[in-house]
């Protein structure tokens, strides 16, 4: 039943990320462009190309994450370290309620190669991700072939299409209590500035 689901989620997001790339092009098109193009043969070429980088590197991906799902106490060490970035990608509305100390907000629906690079200009420097799948009543481990963490897993695999290549996911449900973790919130005013920004 994992192997199955994992298959699905496969295809889900390849699906996902063959879509936004296509909406991406379309969207530069301008007034005067044709709705109707003939698609050359270096077209057809490069548009082959690009759905073999993105099934090799989806599949390499769903093939790392399971040894980046990390406990809670190795997500805290990690975060202590210098140049560590923690993502909370959840929605900017969770974010300024409550979130982990130091972390930046990138919700998974506003991922695109702009915003990205504008939040996360290096590639290579260690992400720790979580996201509201994380905070729940039923702490402990997850499975590394649960849905549970659906969200986790598409924000890792969009990080890893876009080319970042050092993701770690908190690989448990944890409560806000918990004491190994520093929760903050924003001022009003801040949030403010957070929740109203130009994406």
């Known amino acids: 039943m994992g192997a199955k689901r994992n298959s699905l989620l496969s295809l889900a997001a390849l699906g996902l990320f063959v879509a936004t790339g296509c909406l991406a092009a379309s969207a530069q098109t301008g007034p005067d462009t044709p709705q ?34 990390i ?37 998974l629906t506003e991922m695109t190669e702009l915003s990205l690079a504008l939040t996360l200009p290096s590639r ?28 986790n897993l598409m924000s890792f695999l969009a990080l890893s299409q876009y080319g970042y290549t050092n993701v770690y996911e908190l690989g448990e449900r944890i409560e806000r209590t918990d004491t190994r973790l520093d929760w903050t919130t924003l ?13």
Not at 42 to 59: G, H
Not at 82 to 103: F, N, Q, V
Not at 187 to 198: N, T, W
């Open 124 to 151: 290579t420097v260690p992400i720790l991700i979580y996201s509201h799948e994380n905070i729940g009543v039923n702490t402990g481990p997850i499975r590394h072939d649960s849905s549970d963490l659906s969200l």
């Open 36 to 69: 109707i193009q003939t698609l050359s043969t270096a077209n057809l070429s490069e548009r082959s190309a690009e759905s073999a980088y993105f099934s090799k590197t989806l599949s390499l991906a769903l093939e790392q994450r399971p040894t980046r799902l």
């Open 187 to 199: 001022q009003p005013e801040q949030a403010s500035l957070e929740i109203s920004a130009p994406s």
């Open 71 to 107: 406990s809670t106490d190795d997500f805290v060490i990690m975060g202590l370290e210098e140049d560590t970035i923690i993502l909370d990608t959840r929605s900017a509305e969770a974010y300024a309620k409550s979130h982990i100390a130091g972390a930046i907000n990138l919700p």
